[in-house]
């Protein structure tokens, strides 16, 4: 089965570093490109950037380009989302997605489960 | 950007009406165009790709439709289980850019 699971819930201060994760299973996962999407409470959602496992190539939202930084470890089917300093603004369901290609037209056709970050003080 | 506009952004109707969203792109994007539907609580699920493709185990009572700037969600034959968030999101070039999302409401 493919899927997309992604690290669970954290609760973190203002001013704290924070790393989520997205692991891939049942694909290559080498060969197709992982995106990031926030959902703040009671909102739409907003592309944050994605990454290509196979190469490391990353591109940004321009609303999230030096907030956020995705990474992935492809030895372990792994992508990243961190934070090096979380604020209040910052809480909010973060899900990652896998970009399907070809076969779905560049659609996000697999969503991991999500992963709540609540930040306060 | 390309930006994303959704009409409506709320509507409200019973079992068995048909649904139409639409969705207007800032630039034209061809048909590189995905429709999401998100229940609460829950991440959101492909419904439709480039346009007017039904994705795999999707029921056929939904289907999408436009090219260039232009686009259309229908569900032909509203059910229960369908009462979600409906998301456009243009697949055409980075970044990429969501809508801001329709809400289908029971009346």
């Known amino acids: 089965e493919v899927q997309l699971v992604q690290s669970g819930a954290e609760v973190k201060k203002p001013g704290e570093s924070l790393k989520i994760s997205c692991k891939g299973s049942?694909?290559?996962?080498?060969?197709?490109?992982i995106g990031w999407v926030r959902q703040m409470p009671g909102k739409g959602l907003e592309w944050m950037g994605i990454i290509y496992p196979g190469d490391s190539d990353t591109r940004y939202s321009p609303s999230f380009q030096g907030q956020v930084t995705i990474s992935a470890d492809k030895s372990i089917s792994t992508a990243y989302l961190q934070w090096s300093s979380l604020k209040a603004s910052d809480t909010a369901m973060y899900y990652c997605?896998?970009?399907?290609?070809?076969?779905?037209?560049?659609?996000?056709?697999?969503w991991g489960q999500g992963t709540m970050v609540t930040v306060s003080s | 950007d390309i930006q994303m506009t959704q009409s409506p952004s709320s509507v409200s109707a019973s079992v068995g009406d048909r649904v139409t969203i639409t969705c207007r792109a800032s630039q034209g994007i061809s048909s590189w165009l995905a429709w999401y539907q998100q229940k609460p609580g829950k991440a959101p699920k492909l419904l439709i790709y480039a346009a007017s493709s039904l994705q795999s185990g999707v029921p056929s009572r939904f289907s999408g439709s436009g090219s260039g700037t232009d686009f259309t969600l229908t569900i032909s034959s509203l059910q229960p289980e369908d009462f979600a968030t409906y998301y456009c999101q243009q697949a055409n070039s980075f970044p990429l850019t969501f809508g801001q999302g329709t809400k289908v409401e029971i009346k």
């Open positions: 997605a896998r970009r399907g290609g070809s076969s779905s037209a560049d659609a996000f056709d697999i």
């Open positions: 049942g694909y290559s996962f080498t060969s197709y490109w």
